[in-house]
């Protein structure tokens, strides 16, 4: 069996207006191709999340955020909660993007709240992992891969494991146009699910594997086409509707 959720990541792009024209091309792709057995979400900046989520009600199009905080309200100023979320239309949360641990220095732990909460609300979080090209360069990446899911997974158990979404994101090839090649992208992939299933035990195999990192039309079919990649998480690509849709018509391709 493999599933396959394609997933923009608008990152901080497009005012409400122009996230409204953006979705409006993407759900009339979506309802042109009323077949599709892909998951497609789009993950826009907040300010959008509300509107957009208008839009897309009783559609097949999901609506994400980018990111969350794991209380549930009071007096933590600048931050968005996961009821609030909820009550936009959201179902899935991208957390630990390597934007957000680089920049903002969120570490594991805050990370690893985050996911909990997101399952207590009974939502899906996106787990982003990836190694730098530093620590790849270094032979290290599997170990870092190891220790951000240790720490970014405690507390999960094998019944659990199935409702996370986990995006292996090497970060040297995000925002660069320098994807991982096929052969990367397979190793780390089968890995990553190996582990995963080590770990968690059989329900790890339905755990959606998405790879992310310059991932466009170009090379779609090279890196979908991998055993355990289930889709993509999509930052620049997914601000073009065409890319974007031309990707999910290639994931229909594999799924089985
Ligand atoms: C991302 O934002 O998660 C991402 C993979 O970006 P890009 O596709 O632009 O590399």
């Given amino acids: 069996m493999k599933n396959m959720l394609i997933a923009g990541n608008w990152k901080m792009n497009t005012n409400v207006f122009e996230s409204q024209k953006l979705v409006e091309y993407i759900l009339g792709f979506v309802k042109t191709n009323a077949t599709l057995k892909s998951k497609v979400l789009v993950c826009p900046p907040f300010t959008s999340v509300y509107a957009i989520g208008q839009m897309i009600e009783n559609t097949k199009l999901l609506l994400g955020a980018q990111n969350c905080y794991y209380e549930e309200k009071g007096a933590f100023t600048g931050e968005i909660s996961i009821p609030m979320l909820e009550y936009c239309g959201v179902s899935h949360i991208i957390i630990g993007h390597s934007e957000r641990r ?58 659990t494991i199935e409702r996370v979404v986990i995006a292996y994101e090497p970060v040297w090839a995000i925002g660069t146009g320098i994807s991982a090649t096929r052969e990367q992208v397979q190793k780390a992939h089968d890995f990553l699910r190996h582990f995963l299933v080590g770990k968690f035990g059989e329900k790890a195999n339905r755990v959606y594997l998405l790879y992310g990192g310059s991932l466009s039309e170009k090379n779609a079919d090279e890196i979908l086409s991998i055993e355990n990649v289930n889709g993509g998480l999509i930052g620049g690509a997914s601000l073009k509707g065409d890319s974007f849709c031309s990707i999910i018509q290639t994931a229909e391709k594999y799924i089985i």
Avoid: H, M, V
């Fill in 102 to 159: 680089s920049y903002f220095k969120e570490e594991d732990e805050i990370i690893n709240k985050k996911l909990l909460a997101i399952l207590e609300y009974n939502l899906t979080p996106i787990l982003c992992i990836g190694e730098t090209l530093d620590e790849r360069n270094q032979g290290k990446t599997f170990d870092i891969l190891i220790n951000q899911l240790d720490k970014d997974l405690a507390g999960l158990t094998g019944d």
